[in-house]
C-alpha cells in the first residue's frame, strides 16, 4: 500500500512536470512528501527492480517540493526530522539548510539538524561532537534508526567496536527496511575489520534469512567474498566447512556465484588450495553449457596450475574455451594459457614431475622445477594485475 501512494505521488508530480506547467504545484507537509520516498526504499528490500531505479529520480524531485514548502511548516518536529530523513537518504543537503536558516524548528531538532548537515557535508569532526549528544533510541524507530546509522559511520573507522553496537540498534529499531538491510552490509564489513568470524557469521546468516530478495543481495555477495576469503580461505577446513554450511543457505544460483567469487579472489591473493576447492564447489552448481561453468573451469584450471598439477589444469582451461567469458576472465585466461607455455610439458625433463612443478625443488637454480617456482610466482602477480578485484567494483 505504501508503495502504491508513492509510485502514486511520483508519478503525479512528474505528469505535473511533463506538461508544462508554470505554476508551482502545492506543497504538503514534509513529512508527508518523505513517506513517497519511504515507501520506494520498502520495495528495494522485497527485490522490486523498479522502484530501486526509480528512488534517485523522486529524490531529487522530492528537493523542490520540500523547498517549497512554507517556512511556517517547520515548527512542527515531524517535518523536522523529515528533513533529516530526506538529506540522510542521499537527498539534497539544501532542504535541510533551508530548514535550518529559518529557523522555526524546535531547538532539539534545529541542533540534530546541524549534526546531519555537517555530517552530509563531509565536517565528520563538528559532526560527530554534535551527534554524539544524541541517543537514538530516545527517538522514534524511524529517526532513531537513521540517526544510529549516521553515528555508526562516523564511529566506524576509530571505534569499529562502537560502529557495530550502533548498527545493531539500527537494525532493531527498524526492522524489514533498508535501514536494516544496510546495517547488516555495514556489520560485515566491520565484523571483517575486527576479525570477529562469529559476528561475520551470524551477520550473514541474518542477511541470507531476512533479505534474499533484496536488490542489494547481489552487493551483499561480493562485499562477503572478501571477508570470506580473509576468514575460510585462510583458515582452517574446519572453516571452510562452516562457510559451506552458510553458503547452503543461499539459492543454488547464488551459491554459485558466491563460490566463483571466492574461487577468483582466492587466486588473486595467492590462496590457491582454497581457490580450488571453491571452484570445484562452483563447477558442480553451475549449470551445463553457462558462463558460470566456464568461470569455475578456468578458476579451477588457474588453481591446478599454480599448483603444479599442470596437465590435468590444461585439460580443465579447454572447458573455458566453450563459452564467452566476461573480459576480465578473458585476461586471466590468456595469463593462464601464457603461463602452461612458459612452463612447458614437464614430462620432457626426466628429473621432475608434474606434482613438483611450481615447487623449489632445484639444485642449481636452474632448471626446469626452478624455473616454474619463478614463472608461477610471477604468473600470480600478473595475474593480479591482470583484472580488477571483483568485490571493488559495487555500490
Given at each position: 500500500?505504501?508503495?502504491?501512494?508513492?509510485?502514486?505521488?511520483?508519478?503525479?508530480?512528474?505528469?505535473?512536470?511533463?506538461?508544462?506547467?508554470?505554476?508551482?504545484?502545492?506543497?504538503?507537509?514534509?513529512?508527508?512528501?518523505?513517506?513517497?520516498?519511504?515507501?520506494?526504499?520498502?520495495?528495494?528490500?522485497?527485490?522490486?527492480?523498479?522502484?530501486?531505479?526509480?528512488?534517485?529520480?523522486?529524490?531529487?524531485?522530492?528537493?523542490?517540493?520540500?523547498?517549497?514548502?512554507?517556512?511556517?511548516?517547520?515548527?512542527?518536529?515531524?517535518?523536522?526530522?523529515?528533513?533529516?530523513?530526506?538529506?540522510?537518504?542521499?537527498?539534497?543537503?539544501?532542504?535541510?539548510?533551508?530548514?535550518?536558516?529559518?529557523?522555526?524548528?524546535?531547538?532539539?531538532?534545529?541542533?540534530?539538524?546541524?549534526?546531519?548537515?555537517?555530517?552530509?557535508?563531509?565536517?565528520?569532526?563538528?559532526?560527530?561532537?554534535?551527534?554524539?549528544?544524541?541517543?537514538?533510541?530516545?527517538?522514534?524507530?524511524?529517526?532513531?534508526?537513521?540517526?544510529?546509522?549516521?553515528?555508526?559511520?562516523?564511529?566506524?573507522?576509530?571505534?569499529?567496536?562502537?560502529?557495530?553496537?550502533?548498527?545493531?540498534?539500527?537494525?532493531?529499531?527498524?526492522?524489514?527496511?533498508?535501514?536494516e538491510d544496510a546495517a547488516l552490509r555495514r556489520g560485515?564489513?566491520?565484523?571483517?575489520?575486527?576479525?570477529?568470524?562469529?559476528?561475520?557469521?551470524?551477520?550473514?546468516?541474518?542477511?541470507?534469512?531476512?533479505?534474499?530478495?533484496?536488490?542489494?543481495?547481489?552487493?551483499?555477495?561480493?562485499?562477503?567474498?572478501?571477508?570470506?576469503?580473509?576468514?575460510?580461505?585462510?583458515?582452517?577446513?574446519?572453516?571452510?566447512?562452516?562457510?559451506?554450511?552458510?553458503?547452503?543457505?543461499?539459492?543454488?544460483?547464488?551459491?554459485?556465484?558466491?563460490?566463483?567469487?571466492?574461487?577468483?579472489?582466492?587466486?588473486?591473493?595467492?590462496?590457491?588450495?582454497?581457490?580450488?576447492?571453491?571452484?570445484?564447489?562452483?563447477?558442480?552448481?553451475?549449470?551445463?553449457?553457462?558462463?558460470?561453468?566456464?568461470?569455475?573451469?578456468?578458476?579451477?584450471?588457474?588453481?591446478?596450475?599454480?599448483?603444479?598439477?599442470?596437465?590435468?589444469?590444461?585439460?580443465?582451461?579447454?572447458?573455458?574455451?566453450?563459452?564467452?567469458?566476461?573480459?576480465?576472465?578473458?585476461?586471466?585466461?590468456?595469463?593462464?594459457?601464457?603461463?602452461?607455455?612458459?612452463?612447458?610439458?614437464?614430462?620432457?625433463?626426466?628429473?621432475?614431475?608434474?606434482?613438483?612443478?611450481?615447487?623449489?625443488?632445484?639444485?642449481?637454480?636452474?632448471?626446469?622445477?626452478?624455473?616454474?617456482?619463478?614463472?608461477?610466482?610471477?604468473?600470480?602477480?600478473?595475474?593480479?594485475?591482470?583484472?580488477?578485484?571483483?568485490?571493488?567494483?559495487?555500490?
Amino acid at each position: 500500500m505504501r508503495f502504491a501512494l508513492g509510485l502514486a505521488f511520483w508519478l503525479a508530480f512528474t505528469n505535473h512536470a511533463s506538461y508544462g506547467s508554470t505554476k508551482q504545484p502545492e506543497a504538503g507537509q514534509p513529512f508527508e512528501i518523505v513517506r513517497s520516498m519511504e515507501a520506494l526504499q520498502d520495495q528495494i528490500v522485497l527485490g522490486n527492480a523498479a522502484a530501486k531505479r526509480t528512488l534517485p529520480q523522486l529524490i531529487r524531485q522530492l528537493a523542490e517540493r520540500l523547498l517549497a514548502v512554507s517556512a511556517d511548516a517547520w515548527r512542527d518536529p515531524r517535518n523536522a526530522r523529515a528533513a533529516i530523513i530526506y538529506t540522510l537518504s542521499g537527498g539534497s543537503p539544501r532542504v535541510l539548510r533551508k530548514a535550518i536558516e529559518i529557523g522555526l524548528s524546535p531547538a532539539l531538532d534545529l541542533e540534530l539538524m546541524r549534526g546531519i548537515a555537517a555530517y552530509a557535508g563531509g565536517r565528520h569532526e563538528e559532526a560527530r561532537n554534535i551527534l554524539s549528544q544524541f541517543d537514538a533510541l530516545e527517538f522514534t524507530p524511524v529517526i532513531g534508526g537513521h540517526i544510529a546509522m549516521a553515528q555508526a559511520a562516523l564511529a566506524a573507522e576509530e571505534n569499529p567496536g562502537q560502529a557495530m553496537n550502533l548498527l545493531d540498534k539500527a537494525r532493531l529499531m527498524m526492522p524489514g527496511t533498508l535501514i536494516e538491510d544496510a546495517a547488516l552490509r555495514r556489520g560485515l564489513i566491520l565484523a571483517e575489520k575486527l576479525l570477529d568470524t562469529g559476528k561475520f557469521e551470524a551477520l550473514a546468516r541474518e542477511y541470507i534469512w531476512r533479505f534474499p530478495r533484496s536488490d542489494y543481495f547481489e552487493s551483499f555477495r561480493r562485499q562477503s567474498s572478501s571477508a570470506v576469503t580473509r576468514f575460510i580461505l585462510d583458515g582452517e577446513a574446519g572453516d571452510f566447512e562452516r562457510i559451506e554450511k552458510l553458503v547452503d543457505l543461499i539459492d543454488p544460483a547464488n551459491q554459485c556465484g558466491f563460490y566463483l567469487q571466492t574461487a577468483y579472489q582466492g587466486i588473486i591473493d595467492g590462496k590457491i588450495a582454497a581457490a580450488h576447492r571453491a571452484a570445484i564447489k562452483g563447477r558442480k552448481l553451475a549449470r551445463d553449457g553457462t558462463v558460470e561453468q566456464g568461470r569455475a573451469a578456468l578458476y579451477n584450471a588457474a588453481a591446478l596450475i599454480l599448483m603444479g598439477n599442470i596437465e590435468t589444469g590444461t585439460n580443465e582451461l579447454a572447458l573455458a574455451n566453450t563459452v564467452q567469458l566476461p573480459r576480465q576472465d578473458e585476461d586471466l585466461k590468456e595469463q593462464v594459457a601464457l603461463l602452461i607455455s612458459q612452463i612447458g610439458d614437464p614430462a620432457e625433463d626426466p628429473f621432475i614431475t608434474s606434482n613438483q612443478v611450481g615447487t623449489a625443488g632445484s639444485h642449481d637454480g636452474t632448471s626446469a622445477a626452478g624455473q616454474a617456482a619463478g614463472l608461477i610466482d610471477l604468473a600470480q602477480k600478473k595475474l593480479a594485475q591482470a583484472v580488477d578485484v571483483i568485490q571493488g567494483k559495487d555500490p
